[in-house]
């Protein structure tokens, strides 16, 4: 079958598209073929080797849409033909957190594509559980581009920062798959959003997405004043901060006393001086959040079903191209989801 894979940790000279071994169905597992992949920031850092070691010739990729093409032993509740989408959050299944439904806190949590051979190919085995019924309305290039950037910010409002109907939410980087899903939940919640950008070109598809307001962070200096400006003084009350350090000293001027900073990135840096007196004194929360429980992965489908959502894609490329797809991406270029046509 034809694959992307690597044979090497390296700059994007070391992606090839060639042929693997087509995968077979373990117990549990089912046996998808790919009709499309779309990429994220993980697949630079597993590329690069900033993550766990691989076992080369290793498969790229961790978000796939596509139909059931086998099933092993001991599976249920999926069948050769379904057209499915793949959550690519890996845990035991047996711990005190899986077992409360937390699969994402599981001590085993691993990600398809790093801890397992990835989707960039023609056919990708899976666990079955991994594995969530395609939502009818949408193409399998739309239903791909949820995967790791819907269900991260997903759990990031909702399951950790808690946002309600009103809030204000300050969104960094937008443009980015997880932060464009976070403008796209926070204003069906009924929230308020500013949202941060380099670019003013990217700040004026972000307004006719929904936001309220636009905060060039080059031009505007000071972003955390920008932002209480444009929240009229009071400050936001969540932060999603997809970025890391970069925005870490915007998020402490931004954010209201008693708000909330929930952080699943560090493209910007993973290391920021921290003052602590701002801390407590502002009763800030900080939350950590990684990706989605299947719960939370459930639930995403379900909303962007009832709303008619569909995700913000910036182009598609066929599985030939992909390394020029990951060059898109690795320079910042996408507006929305890159996704590959299987």
Request: glycine share 14%; net charge positive.
């Amino acid at each position: 079958m034809k694959a992307v894979v690597v044979r090497a940790h390296g700059g994007l000279e070391v992606v090839e598209v060639g042929e693997a071994p087509a995968p077979s169905a373990a117990p549990g597992e089912a046996v998808v073929a790919v009709r499309a992949a779309a990429l994220n920031h993980l697949d630079i850092w597993v590329r690069k080797g900033g993550r766990a070691a691989l076992r080369f010739p290793h498969v790229l990729g961790s978000d796939a849409a596509g139909v059931v093409a086998e099933v092993g032993p001991g599976v249920a509740g999926v069948r050769p033909g379904d057209a499915v989408l793949v959550s690519p959050g890996l845990s035991c299944g047996g711990c005190d957190a899986c077992r409360r439904g937390e699969q994402s806190e599981c001590a085993a949590f691993g990600i398809i594509g790093l801890s397992r051979p990835g989707v960039f190919a023609e056919r990708v085995a899976v666990p079955a559980a991994n594995l969530f019924p395609k939502p009818p309305a949408l193409s399998f290039e739309e239903a791909a581009a949820l995967g790791i950037a819907y269900g991260t910010a997903w759990r990031m409002l909702f399951g950790r920062a808690r946002l309600r109907p009103g809030e204000w939410v300050l969104i960094h980087g937008i443009g980015g798959g997880v932060a464009l899903a976070a403008l796209q939940f926070a204003k069906r919640a009924g929230a308020r959003a500013v949202v941060t950008s380099a670019s003013d070109e990217k700040l004026a598809s972000a307004r006719e997405l929904g936001a309220d307001h636009g905060v060039n962070y080059r031009a505007a200096g000071d972003v955390g004043a920008a932002v209480r400006e444009a929240t009229g003084g009071r400050g936001v009350d969540v932060s999603v901060n997809t970025v890391g350090a970069g925005a870490w000293a915007a998020d402490f001027a931004a954010v209201r006393k008693g708000g909330r900073i929930v952080l699943c990135g560090v493209t910007a840096g993973a290391e920021a001086p921290t003052d602590l007196r701002a801390l407590y004194w502002n009763q800030f929360t900080i939350l950590g959040s990684t990706f989605a429980s299947h719960d939370d992965f459930r639930l995403m489908l379900q909303t962007v079903q009832a709303t008619g959502m569909k995700p913000v894609i910036d182009s598609v490329f066929p599985l030939s191209r992909a390394r020029e797809a990951m060059a898109r991406m690795e320079a910042g270029e996408q507006f929305g989801k890159i996704v590959l046509s299987v």
